[in-house]
């Protein structure tokens, strides 16, 4: 057998651009088999280290089943609903993307369908072609001053907004989870869907396919918009109740609708295509050659990293990073970081290995700041991180401040002179809300029964007076971390307790967003619960800081994990892990 039949071999079902099938021809040896059927293709896949689908394609349960050599489901596009990635992951199959190389393409699509409907351009070719010259017939309207409503504000609601904005536009934004600082920079305004349908002119949907968006947009929601107001879908056809659109449409409840999806494709026969109030493509608003390109090449190159790397076989997501690659999410306590230096030191093992999640080129740390600031501080060029893949699977929950060895008055008084900060007093009874009415930042309540909500001065910003106000008691006093809210719980445990600082809760979106735009929260107020956390590696530090390449430290990591593996020293729990100390 030559060297040719031993590389591992790649399936593409889709097609891809030709750039992604060579680089894949370097490493792997390639089939292209477009159109099988799932039968076909549950019968083939056991022969393939990997596959590659566009969106036509569907990996399902069966399909997984079947791969038995198989390592890698790559999806050419940004959507995973034709992947059934949690079967996937319990196989410890990789399941990778390319989530950003069509985002312009769709947004740019989105625009051009906005447009399209503002100034009837299909209908005024098909008019000219046809011998009429209809100027008054096809009278349009213009975009700068109107509403344009996104749903849901992820990449290509982003890229939505700002294109929209450079048109003059006014922009709501309906989001799961409100992302204030983002939607700050954007200059969007985030309202309830039902504010939403009821001010915009044109509203554009940006939704993943999940089954509680399935029918998100129906008669209900139809009937809250104008009847001047237009409907744009780029996301997936199952968002949309196609009969109730088409009643929306032919009644006149809206003025018209441009989709570039529909519930069943091809939709060749579909009512809601023909319609004369519709623009309709056939799902083309990822397709152009630049889009298909970047897909392929970011798609390909994953597959060759994880082909040739140790994060393919590793089913534990464990890796090898530069440390420069890699940033805290959140402020450090400079004393917790020595002390943990100190420990890292001493012991030479890298215990709890930190988690992170990739965001563009960087890895934002979710857990673990404080080792990973250690490790920056005492020259390490590398660190092991656990890589959350599914940010869907975290949930975040908020630590509260329990602040020690302070006379309240003082304290209070201190927090009341910065100038990022006000504090207003409130009654106990009603903090809750008066946070809601205030807005504040976070409220302290003191072991004399007084009760202050904190506010960022005017013309501050909301994180800048956080993290202002923190690193000052945390400078000053003892500080710890608790769960709980209520201070009269927390006498029995600290004799020395001076006030309980209680921050409102935050969401994961929130927070990677903030880290996104080169921010960071206060130091210890978040807290991911993780599924699967990775806890006592026992990592020889030596090696990380050794001159070895990242693929030679990666290697490492492989076989030592392996060799846990072979021994059985490795236990899964399924439920969270609550890591309450370093």
Not at 80 to 101: M, Y
Not at 134 to 147: P, Q, R, S, V, W
Not at 445 to 451: E, L, S, Y
Request: charged share 25%; net charge negative.
């Amino acid at each position: 057998m030559d060297n040719e039949d031993k590389r591992p071999r790649v399936l593409i079902c889709d097609p891809i651009a030709e750039v992604g099938i060579e680089i894949l021809q370097e490493v792997a040896s390639v089939d292209v088999k477009p159109g099988l059927s799932p039968e076909d293709l549950a019968e083939i896949i056991g022969g393939y280290e990997a596959v590659v689908v566009r969106s036509a394609t569907k990996i399902r349960a069966n399909v997984i089943e079947q791969g038995r050599r198989l390592k890698v489901i790559a999806r050419a596009g940004a959507g995973l609903d034709n992947i059934d990635v949690a079967e996937a992951q319990n196989r410890g199959i990789q399941v990778v993307n390319s989530p950003d190389a069509n985002t312009r393409a769709v947004a740019e699509h989105t625009l051009a369908l906005i447009l399209a409907l503002a100034r009837h351009v299909p209908a005024a070719d098909t008019s000219l072609k046809a011998g009429r010259w209809e100027k008054k017939k096809l009278m349009g309207i213009g975009l700068f001053g109107k509403t344009l409503g996104i749903i849901g504000l992820g990449r290509i609601g982003r890229e939505v907004a700002v294109r929209a904005r450079a048109f003059g536009m006014r922009v709501l934004v309906n989001q799961r989870r409100p992302t204030p600082e983002l939607n700050l920079e954007l200059g969007v305004e985030a309202v309830d869907l039902t504010e939403l349908l009821r001010q915009s002119d044109f509203v554009s949907i940006h939704v993943p396919a999940r089954p509680e968006n399935h029918n998100m947009m129906g008669a209900a929601q139809f009937a809250l918009m104008k009847p001047s107001a237009y409907l744009i879908n780029t996301s997936r056809g199952v968002i949309v109740d196609e009969q109730a659109l088409l009643a929306a449409l032919d009644s006149g409840q809206i003025a018209g609708a441009a989709l570039d999806v529909f519930v069943k494709e091809p939709a060749v026969d579909s009512v809601l295509a023909q319609h004369e109030r519709v623009i309709a493509t056939p799902h083309i608003a990822a397709s152009t050659e630049d889009a298909q390109t970047m897909a392929a090449i970011t798609v390909a190159q994953q597959i060759v990293e994880l082909l040739q790397g140790s994060k393919l076989e590793n089913p534990l997501s464990l890796l090898v990073v530069p440390l420069d690659q890699v940033f805290p999410h959140e402020h450090v306590d400079p004393k917790r970081v020595a002390r943990l230096a100190k420990r890292l030191e001493t012991d030479g093992l890298l215990v709890n290995p930190p988690v992170v999640v990739q965001a563009d080129e960087k890895f934002v740390v979710l857990d673990g700041a404080s080792r990973i600031t250690a490790l920056k501080e005492l020259g390490y060029p590398h660190a092991i991180v656990q890589l959350v893949t599914d940010v869907e699977e975290i949930e975040l929950r908020t630590w509260n401040h329990v602040i020690c060895g302070a006379e309240p008055g003082h304290l209070v008084a201190m927090l009341d002179n910065l100038p990022e900060v006000s504090t207003i007093e409130s009654d106990p009874d009603k903090i809750l809300d008066d946070m809601l009415e205030l807005g504040g930042l976070c409220y302290i309540h003191t072991i004399d029964g007084k009760v202050f909500i904190i506010q960022p001065a005017a013309g501050i910003n909301h994180l800048e007076a956080l993290n202002k106000l923190t690193n000052t008691y945390i400078e000053n006093y003892q500080v710890l971390r608790t769960i709980k809210e209520e201070i009269e719980e927390l006498q029995q445990e600290h004799s020395d307790l001076a006030a309980l600082v209680v921050f409102p809760e935050y969401t994961v979106e929130q927070v990677l967003q903030i880290a996104k735009v080169g921010r960071v929260l206060p130091a210890g107020i978040t807290r991911f619960i993780i599924p699967g956390r990775v806890l006592r590696l026992n990592a020889e530090l030596s090696l990380l800081k050794s001159d070895k390449s990242v693929e030679e430290k990666n290697k490492w990591l492989y076989e030592l994990v392996t060799e846990k593996q072979a021994g059985s020293r490795i236990r899964y729990y399924k439920e969270p892990v609550y890591l309450l100390d370093e």
